[in-house]
């Protein structure tokens, strides 16, 4: 960086130079475990058919008269849409149910790795099975729900390894898995055979780009935090013409209510929070069990004395010592709040602190399912986010995310 650059203002009023400069140590608040709750589905699972629709005649009419939630035809979600002056209104009821069974998928399977103590073992099969089950549950019910022009996601995951010999077994746990979250939730009478599977994670390849609509979808975000039993995220975007117009984040372990203050619950300690925000239409949280949406916005402090800021908890991910400084220097007081994965932009996003800082290690490439899904529900919460030099982040450059200098995410009094 040139010294000129280096003595412009940057983000929180900082020169760039001390955004990028060194270290302070800092002592920290990490959230608080997620109380746990009952896991709704055994795991392992026991093996269920591959297809499972009714062959009998009675058997079939019984299935088809179950009761099930309401939900609109696509055609109807479109028409909804345009009438609520949400152009995207489909598209997000779509996403939005996607995330909601993805996160049921792996709600199930961290009970289990926690109950099981499997996070202490180099076994990270359970694991595997959730990032795979949750892109194939998106990919699905995606393609399901938004029937509109052609279908491209952009996702972590592909099926290469499973696709190899000896991965039959966890293939299998995989498809089971999917079924059953898929029957459990009532929404389709459909099951999917072992090929399908594959294919709906390989759906996950597109390349993205600056033209046409892309989905981008991290199926478990801050997988570190999910082996903890501690926070991670489904994030979930849509790009049009290489802008994010819309973003979910299923954060299953965030409290409801704010954790800026971890012991003034004002929900009874319920966790499961649903972030959304759409371009032009601000952003809501609800509760991932399905209570009213209702708007966030984020905090209004001016003075980074008041504040409190987000990190990584993992300081692989992020230079603690780097941040600790920058947040000396603004004159923080509060120690960081360290939590895993994008469910930092919700908590900002509904004013729960006022500054996120990440600052990535030396040649890291972020990637753009890292920061789709998190940036539009900052910025529809009124907020801002960019990278350190002040440069808005381009989700048009294909699957990662073309900077080098760390993110910065907070509200306009602070920037
Ligand atoms: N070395 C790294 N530096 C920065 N981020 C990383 C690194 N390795 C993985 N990540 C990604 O950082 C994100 C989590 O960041 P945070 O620390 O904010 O929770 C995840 O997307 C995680 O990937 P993954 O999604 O595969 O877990
Ligand atoms: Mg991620």
Redesign the pocket.
């Known amino acids: 960086m040139d010294m000129a650059m280096a003595a412009r203002l940057g983000p929180l009023g900082l020169p760039h130079a001390a955004l990028l400069g060194s270290s302070a140590a800092a002592s920290t608040r990490a959230l608080p475990l997620a109380p746990s709750r009952a896991p709704r589905l055994p795991y392992p699972l026991p093996h269920f058919p591959t297809c499972r629709r009714p062959s009998s005649s009675s058997s079939a009419a019984a299935y088809a008269a179950r009761p099930r939630p309401r939900r609109g035809s696509p055609r109807l979600l479109a028409v909804r849409a345009m009438a609520s002056g949400n152009p995207y209104a489909a598209e997000l009821a779509a996403a939005k149910k996607a995330v909601t069974l993805a996160a049921r998928l792996c709600q199930a399977v961290q009970q289990d790795i926690v109950h099981s103590g499997i996070q202490s073992k180099a076994d990270k099969s359970p694991v595997t099975v959730a990032d795979y089950g949750s892109q194939i549950l998106v990919s699905l019910v995606l393609k399901m729900e938004v029937s509109s022009g052609p279908f491209s996601l952009v996702a972590?995951e592909d099926s290469e390894e499973l696709r190899k010999d000896g991965a039959e077994e966890i293939l299998e746990e995989i498809t089971d898995l999917v079924n059953e979250t898929i029957s459990d939730s009532g929404s389709y009478n459909i099951s999917f055979m072992k090929e399908g599977i594959l294919s709906a994670i390989d759906d996950g390849k597109s390349k993205g780009g600056p033209t046409g609509r892309h989905w981008v979808l991290?199926p478990?975000?801050?997988?570190?935090?999910?082996v903890r039993g501690d926070?991670?995220a489904i994030a979930l975007a849509l790009l049009d013409e290489g802008k994010v117009v819309l973003g979910v984040l299923a954060c299953p372990n965030l409290p409801l209510s704010s954790i800026s203050n971890p012991n003034g619950s004002s929900s009874g300690g319920q966790v499961g929070a649903l972030f959304s925000a759409t371009i032009g239409c601000g952003a809501e949280v609800e509760s991932l069990d399905g209570s009213p949406p209702q708007k966030i916005s984020v905090c209004s402090i001016d003075n980074p004395v008041n504040a409190s800021f987000f990190?990584?908890?993992?300081s692989?991910?992020?230079m603690h010592d780097l941040t600790g400084s920058i947040a000396e220097k603004l004159g923080v007081l509060a120690p960081p709040v360290r939590?895993?994965?994008?469910a930092?932009y919700g908590a900002l996003a509904r004013g729960d602190g006022a500054i996120y800082l990440?600052f990535?290690?030396k040649g890291?490439k972020?990637?753009i399912?890292?920061h789709a899904a998190g940036s539009i529900v900052v910025t529809e919460a009124g907020g801002i986010v960019t990278d350190a030099a002040g440069n808005d982040l381009d989700f048009s450059k294909g699957r990662f995310l073309d900077l080098d200098t760390g993110i910065i995410a907070t509200n306009k009094q602070c920037y």
């Open positions: 972590e991290d478990i975000d801050g997988t570190k935090g999910f926070q991670y990190e990584s908890y993992e692989a991910h992020s939590i895993d994965s994008q930092k990440r990535p290690h890291y972020e990637k399912w890292d």
